[in-house]
């Protein structure tokens, strides 16, 4: 047919297959092919019924995102749909991997489904700020129902072969390994039994019940915290209130339409950046794709504390042993009853079993010796953040570790060079930063030090990936990309409330921009204290100064920037925003209200500031690492694509202008690039 589709037939069925590796998205190749194959196929008399299956590693999945910013070539895949749907031979796909977005599509418009078990099918279009735009919205609800087709769509999330099955997605489960063969089966029986043939547009055993006004309202109440600054929550219920109000054609037109204002959008355009960009990260230039890693089949983890309890459970979640050290016998006995309390909250919330807990626990060994440590093969140190203190650590494993083992530092600003300077092997040091929770927060920077190996490099990267993280690279400064982004926000938001907004005002600004919270609320969160005070040398010169002073050291004392009730919910507090009114009173600014934008420019811009300097000094690879690790780290909001895509998005001249305003000095690498109309998110060290 053409070079990523055949079509065979054998006795009476025909076979489209389409080869386009890695993942047989809908390029135009693709949708030609399939076009193409489907008309001739129903053109030949020879012909009884139609398969449509995949080779390689998974069924369609999806559309082919790299696209959406071009030109159409090719056959719209609408058109595609409309022959494969026009069939009047039974129609069969046959999904192994993953059947998702535009290949889900696909599927939906042949009479029949048949799948592995293995496989998983779903519409997670939303991730990219679209809607399913292939008649998605449409034919899932008539098949599956409306509550389980808003779950879908709106949560993005693939489903199982069986729960597709139980839902009527898909018709029939088959046997790994037979999938062709079931699926040929099933279409010749199909054939031979004169099966009526309808569509799935005309379909309508889903729309039977729970479409009333009352399931759409209740939907958009339950989430609608979570689709704060997102567009496509919102059009996906739209779309399929259209399927259930509108005749299909009609339904399927708003739902075009639908798709049309998000393609377009800013947030589209950042998620969809974001989808790249995470993939991105692995891709390391100057080491070769091929370099061999070190086994990783065993892991240490010195400290027993929050982080270094969060960093074991990561590996003990993928079955691998951990030997846990700590000092003192009761500091590890609370950090092993941790580990087992925060597994015992998953078991109770029925995401885990009883089973899988204890399995797990069987894999944790603590232990006070760090000479348990010598046959692991990848230790990470996690203790209290002091200098001397990890390297008389690491001066400690250089003789108990195998040769070969990496060493790694949890470390989040200090000098892993120095650190590894504290042993005979520095080319298998690294720092392995994780974010608290450590068990849950997705990022991980790799942090590689001047004499790290290339090998040990790539290992840590592909560990971070194998425990399910994103692993970004990071050469050694001061608080690696993520915490050193974020420094300028905090001290620009300190800065700022001496000239008239309060702190909730500004916690708001940054919650309306999407932001999980604000800063003044995560000082509150973390403690006032532990950000650098000290009782002994605090000279009441700063609003933090004050507060801690005065007991205020955030939500463990009841109160901080904001008061606490017992539940630890924050009103504003009259002591503390008095505190701030006599630093503004002092202050010699001129006070002023600002707007949000005013606040948000006011905090941000310095943070894109700080990303051009990162980049100068060559700390981050590329540009769009850094927008990945701060989504991931800090909660930047993803439909902003991270801030330095955003910078592109407000103008590189805005954020130059705004950063002089407020007395920042803007860095050379911006200013370069904003002189020559480059685009600061495309910006790769060479
Ligand atoms: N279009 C273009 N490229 C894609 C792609 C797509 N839909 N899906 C994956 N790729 C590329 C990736 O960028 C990656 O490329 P590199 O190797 O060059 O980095 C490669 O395929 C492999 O992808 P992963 O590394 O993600 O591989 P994986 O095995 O971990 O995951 C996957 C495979 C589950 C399919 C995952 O890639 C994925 O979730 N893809 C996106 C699926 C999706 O969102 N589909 C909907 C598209 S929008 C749509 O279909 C709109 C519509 O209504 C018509």
């Known amino acids: 047919m053409n070079a990523v589709t055949t079509l065979t037939v054998e006795d009476g069925v025909a076979v489209v ?4 590796p890695p993942v047989n998205a809908l390029s135009a190749p693709v949708r030609e092919g399939l076009k193409a194959a489907f008309a001739q196929a129903e053109g030949d008399d020879a012909v009884r019924a139609i398969v449509l299956a995949c080779a390689g590693r998974t069924f369609i999945a999806g559309a082919d995102i790299r696209e959406f910013d071009s030109e159409l070539v090719g056959p719209h895949l609408h058109d595609v749909q409309a022959v494969i749907e026009a069939s009047t031979k039974p129609t069969v796909a046959a999904i192994h991997g993953t059947a998702l977005g535009g290949g889900l599509e696909v599927a939906l418009c042949c009479h029949f489904r048949v799948a592995v078990p293995s496989a998983r099918v779903g519409l997670p279009e939303v991730a990219l700020g679209l809607l399913p735009g292939a008649g998605g919205t449409q034919r899932l609800p008539r098949l599956a129902g409306v509550p389980a087709a808003l779950d879908m769509m709106v949560g993005g999330r693939p489903i199982r072969a069986d729960k597709a099955c139980e839902l009527g997605i898909i018709d029939k489960i088959v046997p790994e390994g037979e999938l062709l063969a079931e699926a040929v089966s099933y279409a010749r029986k199909a054939a031979d039994a004169g099966t009526k043939l309808v569509r799935v547009r005309d379909r309508s055993e889903g729309l039977a019940q729970d479409t009333g006004p009352e399931v759409f309202a209740e939907f958009r109440k339950k989430h609608a915290r979570a689709f704060h600054g997102f567009k496509a929550p919102a059009n996906i219920v739209k779309a399929v209130e259209a399927a259930v109000a509108l005749p299909f054609d009609e339904g399927f037109k708003r739902e075009g339409e639908l798709f049309e204002e998000l393609v377009h959008s800013n947030e589209s355009k950042a998620q969809r950046y974001q989808f790249f960009a995470e993939r991105e990260t692995a891709k390391i230039p100057d080491i070769p794709k091929d370099m061999p890693h070190i086994p990783v089949k065993s892991v240490g983890v010195i400290g027993a504390g929050t982080m270094g309890g969060g960093i074991a459970m990561n590996f003990l979640n993928i079955g691998l042993p951990v030997t846990i050290v700590e000092a003192k016998q009761e500091v590890l006995d609370r950090g092993v009853a941790t580990i087992r309390k925060n597994y015992q909250i998953t078991v109770d919330k029925g995401r ?21 440590l010598a046959q692991v093969d990848l230790i990470i140190e996690a203790v209290f953040e002091k200098l001397e203190l990890k390297q008389e650590i690491f001066g400690k494993l250089d003789g108990i570790a195998r040769p070969d083992a990496i060493l790694a530092s949890n470390t989040s600003f200090l000098d892993v060079d ?37 090998s040990v490099v790539a290992t ?31 001290e620009a938001a300190q800065a700022l409330i001496l000239e008239g907004p309060m702190p909730s005002q500004v916690d708001k600004a940054m919650v309306a921009y999407g932001f999980p919270m604000g800063p003044f609320a995560m000082l509150d969160l973390v403690g006032l204290d532990v950000i650098g005070w000290d009782a002994a040398t605090s000279s009441s010169s700063t609003v933090t100064e004050v507060l801690c002073e005065m007991g205020r050291w955030g939500q463990k004392k009841s109160g901080g920037f904001y008061d606490y009730d017992e539940k630890r919910r924050p009103s504003p507090s009259p002591v503390a925003d008095q505190v701030v009114r006599d630093f ?24 894109v500031n700080e990303g051009a300097k990162l980049l100068d000094e060559g700390i981050a690879i590329r540009a769009s690492d850094v927008d990945v690790a701060l989504v991931y780290g800090y909660g930047w909001p993803v439909f902003t694509g991270g801030p330095l895509f955003w910078a592109d998005i407000v103008g590189l001249d805005r954020v130059i202008a705004g950063l002089e305003a ?17 685009k600061l998110h495309q910006y790769q060290v060479a």
């Open 17 to 20: 297959t389409i080869d386009s």
């Open 352 to 372: 885990m079993t009883a089973e899988q807990l204890d399995e797990r626990m069987g894999l944790l060994k603590p232990s006070l010796a760090m000479d348990d």
């Open 418 to 454: 120095a650190i590894a300077a504290a042993t005979q092997r520095p080319e298998t040091v690294v720092g392995m930063h994780f974010f608290s929770p450590a068990n849950v927060m997705k990022l991980l920077e790799v942090v590689r030090g001047e004499k790290s190996s290339d």
């Open 460 to 490: 840590a990267m592909a560990v971070g990936r194998r425990i399910g993280k994103v692993a970004v690279l990071s050469r050694v400064c001061d608080g690696f990309i993520a915490n050193r982004m974020m420094a300028p926000r905090m």
């Open 584 to 607: 503004q009173a002092k202050s010699g600014k001129q006070h002023r209200e600002f707007s949000e934008r005013e606040i948000v420019e006011r905090l941000l811009f310095p943070v």
């Open 662 to 678: 407020a007395g920042h000095e803007p860095a050379p690498l911006l200013e370069r690039i904003a002189a020559d109309g480059r």
